[in-house]
């Protein structure tokens, strides 16, 4: 599976951004699929994932503010992001994975929120 993410950008605080991480290969066969985030200085963190079933899961960080979703037919993985903070500036990273089995990673997209 390969995954390369886009998306990402310059926006203000208070705006919205959406990435999308397009998939090629077996992405039918992941069970998990999400997103994870890394700021300078900082270890990656989990953002949002989503597991079969659209069953979801967030960081509290982004709990209300993002929305993961996933797209079997279109092999995409898409995080809304409304309300964006400063904090939440980082490079954003799409993942792929077959529980217990490999992960997959995109390249990264960079978010920067200004004040």
């Known amino acids: 599976v390969q995954l390369q993410a886009s998306g990402g950008g310059l926006v203000q605080a208070g705006g919205s951004l959406r990435l999308s991480c397009a998939a090629s290969?077996?992405?039918?066969?992941?069970?998990?699929v999400g997103w994870y985030r890394q700021a300078p200085g900082k270890p990656r963190e989990m953002v949002a994932t989503i597991h079969r079933g659209d069953i979801t899961t967030y960081a509290p960080s982004a709990k209300g503010r993002f929305a993961i979703s996933r797209d079997d037919a279109k092999m995409t993985i898409d995080l809304e992001m409304n309300n964006l903070k400063p904090e939440d500036t980082a490079v954003y990273y799409c993942e792929a994975r077959i529980v217990g089995s490999t992960e997959y990673w995109g390249q990264g997209t960079l978010v920067t929120v200004s004040s």
């Open positions: 290969g077996d992405f039918f066969k992941m069970n998990v």
